[in-house]
């Protein structure tokens, strides 16, 4: 049997979204701090629906800032439980605190391999380093 690795922690998709471990296959999902900087002053955001269940690369939401609209995508296969109502009232808190109080929906991850396979926050600031240095 493959080893898998604790489900703890958070992990990163190359997409940007992040998967905050919260114990039992129970996760929250958002967007990292590298995008919301990328995309600028957040307006509006389309949150999932409670229930929904999504395969890994689907569409699971949509931000909206000044200067783009921009899908988020699933970072793994998950049925979303519940989303955070805060950000319909204040989407600012994308960009205030994106792995905090900005998190856009918490998830029922449906294949755990799926979270071992993401990047851990060195990988994924490896990556970030890497994209910025393709756009200049």
């Not at 590298?34 to 949509?62: I, M, N, S, W």
């Not at 296969?77 to 109080?101: M, S």
């Not at 071992?116 to 600031?125: G, I, Q, R």
């Not at 990556?127 to 910025?132: G, M, N, P, Q, R």
Request: some cysteine; glycine content about 8%.
């Amino acid at each position: 049997m493959a080893t898998r690795t604790a489900f703890t922690g958070t992990r990163y998709a190359k997409s940007h979204e992040y998967l905050t471990a919260e114990g039992n296959g129970i996760a929250r999902v958002g967007i990292s701090d590298y995008a919301q900087k990328a995309l600028g002053d957040l307006v509006f955001v389309e949150l999932p629906a409670a229930g929904a269940k999504k395969k890994r690369g689907d569409g699971f939401a949509v931000v909206e800032s000044v200067k783009s609209v921009s899908d988020v995508y699933a970072p793994a296969g998950l049925e979303v439980l519940e989303t955070n109502k805060a950000l319909t009232a204040d989407p600012t808190l994308l960009n205030k605190d994106p792995e905090g109080k900005g998190w856009i929906a918490k998830v029922r991850l449906t294949n755990l391999d799926e979270f071992d396979n993401l990047l851990d926050a060195a990988a994924y600031k490896k990556h970030c380093a890497e994209e910025d240095a393709h756009h200049h």
